[in-house]
């Protein structure tokens, strides 16, 4: 009892987190650890005596086996061993029938983090149920029209190569998945309550270890029966997985940099520095990242993944670091340049000119726009640019800001299954005589030819003003 009090002090008193609640099940698995060779039931006597027992009424309501699972996020702040606290994202899936649960942390929960963790959970009971329900998270739904739920594209592609029918609770009504809901504060009280793992790896292998052994094995509250042994049952009437897993998959452009890093999650990693400047796939999964040719697709390098925003650089032997003298660099990146086509290399010279010392600087702001914009709408702008003679990276990015549509491979995505967009519709405007536009102002009478002569004069002073200042063309 002394020892127990001990703990509860520890956890439970003035220095705990708001929140945490100790329970008896972390109370006898920690004087476990000590050595302590009781049963659990004098464990649950005595933290019953420290502090009754809260009863909740909740109203449950049951599914067959194999036929509901339900799916939570939990916002969790964990302190490691070395001090440091991090705010995490944890993934709960139960099965309805035998309340047989999985759980995993993660840096994020967004739409890659969600199916990853999904295919994970698949894995781990060896098929998924018949159906799933979410509350209205944006990854899974949409919005809701007319009292339906319109599910994200992207999520019914992944729910049909699985099979199972995605379903939405009603809005402000999370209580519908009542079993994942108490899971949730189960998680907390039980297992991270006083945990302090060594790093993310260590927190998810002992939370496996704690699913298999305490979370699969305990008796359950409503079935009075331990998870595992209804999942027996429940087994058989799981969708079976598909042959091939889905592929969850990161894909993106980026541009290679001066010193042959290309970036990707806060974090930066090494080619050949033959394809600096390069316009290269990245291709990451949750554990490696693989940089390919934007031509070929061969692969240029294959790099372990570093959690995201480490701004760390990833170096593999024969890919050089940056050198000092930065003649070799520049000239690749002209070549890279003149690849733009008509009218770069004359761009090129006034860039020069413009920005002597930076014109390094301005070579590859141009170039790294082709991550936003197609290299022919780069082109084009480009060609906009120089028949003002503004030689100048913002100009060139203005001009496509105004003018084209940025492109990005997870609009391609999020568009599939919808169709193809329309092409833009466009117009030729002849380009009519002076005396034309005279004969409508005299037909108009002298108070409108008044008001436009006014209003034309402000937009030639416009004009011209922005044309002077490049910053508008």
Known sequence: MP???ELFELYEGENAEPGERLSAEMVFEKLSQEGFTGGRTVVKEAVR????TRVEATERFETAPGLQGQMDWVNVEVRFLDGSRRKLKGFVYVLGYSRRMYVAFGEREDFHSLIRHHVAAFEFFQG???ECLYDNMKTVVVRWEGGVPVFNPRFLLFATHYGFRPRACRPYRPQTKG?????NLYLRRNFLVGRRP???????????????????????????????DRFQEEAPHLLPLPRQAYDTAEVGYRLVALDGMASWDGNFYSVPPQHAGELVVVRATADEVRVLSSGVFGELA???????????????PGHRPRRERAGPEL??????FLELGEGAEEFLRGLGKAHPRNTKAEIRKILE??????????????????????YDARVVANVLARSYTPRSLEGFIARSGEGASPPRETSVVRQRAASEYQDLFEALGPKTQETSDEEDDDERVESESEADDGEGV
Do not use: M
């Open 3 to 5: 020892r127990i009090r």
């Open 49 to 52: 005596k420290l502090r009754p």
């Open 128 to 130: 998924c149920p018949q």
């Open 179 to 183: 079993k994942v809901e108490r899971l």
């Open 198 to 228: 060594h790093d993310l790896a260590d927190l998810n292998q002992q939370a496996r270890s704690w699913n298999l052994e305490v979370a699969d094995t305990r008796v359950h509250g409503t079935t009075r029966e331990r998870p595992i």
């Open 302 to 316: 294959r790099h372990e993944r570093r959690p995201p925003g480490g701004h760390e650089r990833r170096q593999l």
């Open 331 to 336: 000239d690749l990146l002209r070549r890279r």
């Open 369 to 390: 726009l082709r991550q936003v914009y197609a290299t022919d709408d780069v082109a084009a702008a480009l060609s906009h640019a120089l028949s003002f003679q503004a």
